[in-house]
């Protein structure tokens, strides 16, 4: 079985998939000694490409790549349905890639561009030297959903979470309180660090020392985490990057006899169905996650329509955010 892709032959190329696609495609539009050079490649790695590589370049397939980490959160499902509701009145299909595993990202971003999709949209948390390598050797239209790219060949829908995380910090410092915990993951990812970056900013102008923990966000782990952290600190308030963390935090609070929120105010990000299940109902930054959705495929809908759109400033979109007060804060 063939295990070289149309993006392996690319990197030993040093040159971009589209280039390759041209060359099998349409040959006499690349250069002699590029065209020589790909097509040794691909001689000596016995690459075979299939009915999709041989069409990326000449074939539209109306249909849209949405690659996701995972399916199992809430808010990645109210996104996605929002995307769908946007493609189909635009007249696409769209494509599910998971992506669990981040040191598998190269195979399945290869998967993705040889099943020749119009456009791709992208959520990623981890946004390494790596992903951006990869997204500028692709040939079609990428947008960035829910992560905010930091290259302006790369347009992106996202919320400004480091004003959010702000916003929220420096209206609990406005009531009163001092000891607010930002409460983190382990695993580093690029919307969490902006997040951190916002509280982070809002203490340090008040006068206020940071205090930053990082939990593995796995529930299981989460009650002796939170338990031991309980143990010898008493914030006031816990801003917490997952509403199931803040929720596990909350549970953990009150087993202990530490009434929320006259003890501790708990603050969730996501807004997710959960914060509305837990009780006392959790507080949130409330993220327009369908309307994030809908608006990046229809921003990519305008790519793929546009043939100069590799040449232009790409646009980073961001969405306006909310912060729903519930029962969880004073």
Sequence with gaps: MNQTKIYDIAGAAGVSLATVSRVLNHPEKVKEATRNKVLRIIKDKGYKPNANAR??????????????PELSRASVAEMIQGIDDAAKKYGYTIRLFINRDQALQEDLWGEVIASSVDGILFMNDEMTKETYRQVEYT????????SLSQKDTIGSVCVDYEDCS??????????????IVFVGTEHKYTLNEMKERG?????????LEPEVIYSSGNIDKNEVFFNNYLDNNKPEVALVVRD????SLMNIANKRGIKVPDMLQVIGFQNTRYALLSNPKLTCAEIPIYEMGNKAMSYLTE???????????????????DICWRESTK
């Design 166 to 179: 702000y916003s929220i910090t420096k209206e609990m410092i406005n009531r009163g309180n001092k000891r």
């Design 199 to 207: 509280y982070k900013r809002a203490m340090v102008e008040a006068g």
């Design 303 to 321: 790519l793929m329509k546009d043939e100069n759109a590799n040449r232009r400033k790409a646009n980073k979109i961001l969405l306006a955010y």
């Design 55 to 68: 069409g990326l370049a000449s074939r539209k397939s109306t249909t849209v790549a949405v690659v996701i």
């Design 244 to 247: 199931s963390m803040a929720i």
């Design 139 to 146: 040939p079609v239209p990428v947008v960035f959903v829910n």
